[in-house]
């Protein structure tokens, strides 16, 4: 039987720490280098946010610069990694009855690059992204990415790439280093404290959970690939938090493992 593989949420934070080397970064090469070689990756990348469930089909995926602003050295960053279209279909037929485009147009977004180029730098191990649909309530994403689970037991590694908080309006844009807003750090708690318990209902519904989750998730598409991630978790998985930290004040870099 192969080994099953962990499920990780990866806090992201700014897309410079694709060309960077900082704690971040080292941390998401140390856990790369530490993990079972998988077969390949899927991804949910808060980037991939639009109407509908799609999932990435083509054999060779082009690497998309999805923002602005930033120096030429970061536009210049490819990353080659393979599709894998026999995955792509694995996962189609795993969340069926859901309706689930193949798609052969997208690619891998920052969310998704920013993060393998630090864990998987030779870029040798086949990418698949998968979208989230933004018509859809976190339950619903919670309940689909179960059906995921069993694709750890196929070799495949199963990432998320958001932050769990995720407030740009509050970003301290300055050169200087911040302390995490109050808010910020209640909310991280909470969150850290329901999956240390395995109590997943409340992440899902966490906009009961008060003003500080609405401040912390704003919008939910940094939140959600969590939610993808802590649904895999299955009876005796470990928990652990291989990255912690903060950035600009009103962004969490914490990273999760599952397994």
């Given at each position: 039987?192969?080994?099953?593989?962990?499920?990780?949420?990866?806090?992201?934070?700014?897309?410079?720490n694709?060309?960077?080397?900082?704690?971040?970064?080292?941390?998401?090469?140390?856990?790369?280098?530490?993990?079972?070689?998988?077969?390949?990756?899927?991804?949910?990348?808060?980037?991939?946010?639009?109407?509908?469930?799609?999932?990435?089909?083509?054999?060779?995926?082009?690497?998309?610069?999805?923002?602005?602003?930033?120096?030429?050295?970061l536009?210049?960053?490819r990353?080659?990694?393979?599709?894998?279209?026999?995955?792509?279909?694995?996962?189609?037929?795993?969340?069926?009855?859901?309706?689930?485009?193949l798609?052969?147009?997208?690619?891998?977004?920052?969310?998704?690059?920013?993060?393998?180029?630090?864990?998987?730098?030779?870029?040798?191990?086949?990418?698949?992204?998968?979208a989230?649909?933004?018509?859809?309530?976190?339950?619903?994403?919670?309940?689909?990415?179960?059906?995921?689970?069993?694709?750890?037991?196929?070799?495949?590694?199963?990432?998320?790439?958001?932050?769990?908080?995720?407030?740009?309006?509050?970003?301290?844009?300055?050169?200087?280093?911040?302390?995490?807003?109050?808010?910020?750090?209640?909310?991280?708690?909470?969150?850290?404290?329901?999956?240390?318990?395995?109590?997943?209902?409340?992440?899902?519904?966490?906009?009961?959970?008060?003003?500080?989750?609405?401040?912390?998730?704003?919008?939910?598409?940094?939140?959600?690939?969590?939610?993808?991630v802590?649904a895999?978790?299955?009876?005796?998985?470990?928990?652990?938090?291989?990255?912690?930290?903060?950035?600009?004040?009103?962004?969490?870099?914490?990273?999760?493992?599952?397994?």
């Open positions: 039987m192969a080994t099953r593989l962990p499920a990780i949420f990866f806090g992201h934070g700014n897309p410079m694709a060309i960077s080397t900082n704690e971040y970064t080292q941390a998401w090469s140390a856990i790369g280098a530490a993990l079972p070689r998988p077969r390949a990756v899927l991804v949910i990348s808060a980037h991939w946010y639009l109407p509908g469930t799609h999932v990435t089909a083509m054999r060779q995926p082009r690497t998309i610069h999805d923002f602005g602003g930033f120096p030429r050295e536009y210049e960053v990353y080659p990694a393979p599709g894998d279209p026999p995955l792509a279909q694995r996962v189609r037929d795993l969340l069926a009855p859901a309706d689930v485009t798609d052969e147009n997208w690619g891998l977004d920052h969310g998704t690059w920013s993060v393998l180029v630090h864990v998987y730098p030779d870029a040798d191990v086949p990418v698949v992204q998968l989230i649909d933004e018509t859809k309530p976190p339950a619903y994403h919670y309940e689909l990415a179960k059906r995921l689970a069993p694709l750890r037991d196929e070799g495949v590694l199963i990432v998320g790439s958001g932050n769990v908080v995720h407030n740009l309006h509050a970003y301290a844009w300055g050169r200087h280093p911040v302390e995490p807003f109050d808010w910020a750090v209640r909310f991280e708690q909470r969150a850290r404290n329901f999956i240390s318990a395995g109590d997943h209902e409340p992440l899902v519904d966490y906009e009961a959970l008060g003003r500080d989750a609405l401040l912390s998730v704003p919008t939910p598409e940094h939140y959600l690939p969590l939610l993808y802590i895999t978790q299955q009876p005796g998985d470990e928990v652990t938090y291989p990255v912690e930290g903060g950035d600009g004040g009103s962004i969490s870099m914490l990273s999760v493992r599952v397994g």
